[in-house]
Each structure stands twice: as structure tokens, then as C-alpha cells.
């Protein structure tokens, strides 16, 4: 009798303890103890909204001469901007990069190969941002008070855990944009226009690129920006 009695009670111990483990499983897997975002996304998207400027950036593969008429654009409104430059862009284009930053206008970087750095290993994330610092800064040491801004604008916007990594330890900033133009696949200035000065704002970062279209609409853009008692300048002073 006695015998059975503690069987029993041994029994229902492990149906408890069964149940009290399975339990425990079923929570650990609805709520994981080691949850990790998908992103540790601490780029910046927009500067000062309480100044009085807007920036405008240039991403840089292509188009030299586009580029220059875009910087005589700004300095004949006395503003300036930041061109985020490839570095295969720059060793072909030393000349353009150094009358540009000569003239005022901020130099970032925008990696070497405009590859998708979302994909890329830590390693690869840091070649190509050191491979256009090293080359960049080899060019423009010899201006006066020059300094590396210390600015990363991933190609295409594509973002990740990794690459925040890299600029991390090579303490750069993430750059991406309030707006962006999409003028690289519109060549419609109107259209360019249209999406850079609506309900723009103080803190604004507006992409754009060296296309013809784009040269097209920028006296017209800066002319509303203007007249918005706004003013253009390089990301650094905005953000």
C-alpha cells in the first residue's frame, strides 16, 4: 500500500517536472533571451532642424565635368556641399577632386568599387573605405588645413551590422539622406526639381548626382532654397 502510495506521488513529481520543463521551453522560444536587430542602424538621416542650412550630397562614380559645373553652380549662389567620391573615381580624376576641394567643398567617402557593403565581411568593409581614405588623403595633404571629414555614404544605401563595424573602429559616421533625388535613373530636371525642394527644411540631406539633368535643376532648386530664407552647405556643418 504504502509502496504504491509513493509510486504515485512519484509519478505525478515527474509529470510535474515534465511539464514545468516543456513550459519553460515553449517560453525560451517565444521569447529568445539573445534577440539581435537585424541592423544596428545608427546612421544619420538628417541634421539641424533647429539651423538654418540644408545640405546637399553628391555621390561620385562618373561625370568630371559635371561634377566641376556643379561646383561653379554653388559658388556662384556662395554655397557649398559635400561630394561623397569613389576611390576608382578619384584615381582616374585627381585634378577635378583637388579643384573641388581647393574651392571649399567637403570630400567624403563613398568607398572604392561601389560594391553592396550589406554583403561585404568586415575586412572587405574596411579595405574599401581605407583604400579611397588612403588615396583621397594622398591627394589633398597638400592643401592647406586640410582634414579627413571622416564621412561614409554606403553605395546605394546598403546598410548592415558589419559595415557599422567598420566604421566603427575607423570612426566614421554613416551618412544616408532625408531625400533623395533619384536622379541617376530620372533624367528629367523637373522631375529632379520637384522631389529636392518638396516641404524642405531646415536639417534636410538631399542626394544627388553629376547627371545633366541634374546640373539643369540645381540653379532652380538653389533659387527655392533660397528664397526659403535656407541656405546650402557641407554635411559636417549641418548635421
Excluded at 121 to 135: F, G, H, K
Excluded at 196 to 217: F, N, Q, R, S, Y
Amino acid at each position: 500500500m504504502k509502496e504504491r502510495h509513493f509510486r504515485s506521488i512519484w509519478a505525478n513529481f515527474v509529470i510535474v517536472v515534465t511539464l514545468i520543463t516543456t513550459f519553460g521551453i515553449a517560453v525560451a522560444v517565444t521569447f529568445p533571451t539573445n534577440v539581435q536587430a537585424q541592423t544596428v542602424n545608427n546612421a544619420i538621416y538628417e541634421g539641424d532642424k533647429d539651423g538654418k542650412s540644408i545640405a546637399l550630397m553628391f555621390n561620385v562614380y562618373e561625370n568630371a565635368p559635371n561634377v566641376e559645373k556643379i561646383a561653379q553652380i554653388l559658388d556662384s549662389y556662395g554655397f557649398k556641399a559635400t561630394f561623397f567620391v569613389g576611390g576608382s573615381w578619384v584615381a582616374k580624376k585627381a585634378n577635378t577632386l583637388l579643384k573641388i576641394a581647393s574651392s571649399g567643398f567637403e570630400i567624403g567617402n563613398h568607398g572604392y568599387l561601389h560594391r553592396d557593403h550589406a554583403k561585404l565581411t568586415l575586412a572587405q568593409n574596411t579595405e574599401e573605405i581605407v583604400l579611397t581614405e588612403r588615396l583621397v588623403d594622398s591627394i589633398l595633404d597638400t592643401l592647406p588645413d586640410y582634414k579627413n571629414c571622416k564621412l561614409f555614404a554606403p553605395p546605394s544605401g546598403s546598410i548592415g551590422n558589419v559595415m557599422f563595424e567598420a566604421c566603427k573602429q575607423l570612426d566614421y559616421k554613416v551618412i544616408m539622406w532625408t531625400r533623395d533625388t533619384i536622379d541617376w535613373r530620372d533624367h528629367d530636371a523637373e522631375v529632379i526639381y520637384e522631389r529636392a525642394i518638396k516641404d524642405v527644411k531646415a536639417g534636410d540631406l538631399i542626394l544627388m548626382h553629376p547627371t545633366d539633368c541634374t546640373v539643369e535643376a540645381l540653379p532652380r532648386v538653389l533659387e527655392y532654397i533660397k528664397s526659403k530664407d535656407l541656405s546650402v552647405d557641407i554635411v559636417s556643418n549641418v548635421i
